[in-house]
């Protein structure tokens, strides 16, 4: 069992910049390292999408285009996090974070932003771009 937890959502104003965290909780049977990782957001009316994905050991990744050059996931094994580092920050940004773990170290990139490609999901963090 992997239960993940996400921190450091909030509000910004549009340029600003959040990092998310992506942990397995002390109660995880499981440590990070084993999963493949996926950063999904959901707005309110909209369907959860696919944000960006990183390997296991790291050494892949892949974004959507809506995110590309202003977002950077990286990981930490030793730490047992994920992290989104989310730069430029625009209103239409705005959204519950979540992160997901595959149950694979490494996923195809065409679906590695796929919803149903993971099987252990955190409850999200709420971020808000808004002046």
């Known amino acids: 069992q992997l239960q993940l937890v996400e921190s450091g959502g909030g509000l910004v104003q549009p340029g600003g910049s959040l990092r998310l965290s992506c942990a397995a909780s002390?109660?995880?049977?499981?440590?990070?390292?084993?999963?493949?990782i996926g950063w999904f957001r959901q707005a309110p009316g909209k369907e959860r999408e696919g944000v960006s994905y990183?390997?296991?050991?790291?050494?892949?990744?892949h974004y959507a285009d809506s995110v590309k050059g202003r977002f950077t996931i990286s990981r930490d094994n030793a730490k047992n996090t994920v992290y989104l580092q989310m730069n430029s920050l625009k209103p239409e940004d705005t959204a519950v974070y979540y992160c997901?773990?595959?149950?694979?170290?490494?996923?195809?990139?065409?679906?590695?932003?796929?919803?149903?490609?993971?099987?252990?999901w955190g409850q999200g963090t709420q971020v808000t771009v808004s002046s």
């Open positions: 990183i390997s296991s050991s790291g050494s892949s990744t």
């Open positions: 002390r109660a995880s049977r499981f440590t990070l390292d084993y999963y493949a």
């Open positions: 997901a773990a595959a149950l694979a170290r490494v996923l195809p990139v065409l679906s590695s932003l796929v919803p149903g490609q993971y099987y252990y």
